[in-house]
C-alpha cells in the first residue's frame, strides 16, 4: 500500500488509516468533512488517485473541484489549512513532480 511505503519513507510514526472516500470516485464532502474532524496540529499525509486527488487539492486551494492541481502519478503537493477546512481555506506550501522527488531520493543534481 502506497501510504505505508510513505510512512516507512518519512518515518512518520502515526498510523495509516484507510479512508473509502480517498478511493477512485470517492466524495471530496466526504474527505473534506473528515479533515474537519482533525485536530488543529495534526500532520495528514493524504494518498490518492488522479483526477480525484488533484479535484480534491483544487477544491481545498480554490473553493472548487473544477480547478483541479495537476498532480502527476507518484507527484506531491502540501497544502496548509490554518483556520477551519473549507473550500478555498488551504494554502499550497509546495508542489513537486515525480522526476524531482527521484532526483532527491537518488542524490542527483
Keep these: 500500500m502506497t501510504a505505508e511505503i510513505l510512512r516507512r519513507a518519512l518515518a512518520f510514526e502515526g498510523e495509516v488509516v484507510t479512508f473509502d472516500a480517498l478511493a477512485p470516485g470517492g466524495s471530496i464532502r466526504a474527505i473534506v468533512r473528515r479533515l474537519a474532524e482533525s485536530r488543529q496540529d495534526d500532520e ?3 494518498v490518492g488517485h488522479e483526477p480525484d486527488l488533484g479535484r480534491l487539492a483544487g477544491s481545498l486551494l480554490f473553493g472548487t473541484p473544477d480547478a483541479p492541481l495537476p498532480l502527476k502519478k507518484a507527484g506531491v503537493c ?16 509546495y508542489f513537486l513532480p515525480p522526476r524531482l522527488l527521484r ?7
Design 44 to 46: 495528514i499525509f493524504l
Design 78 to 93: 502540501a497544502v496548509d489549512l490554518d483556520g477551519p477546512v473549507e473550500p478555498g481555506g488551504a494554502r499550497l506550501r
Design 103 to 109: 532526483a532527491v531520493g537518488t542524490g542527483e543534481d
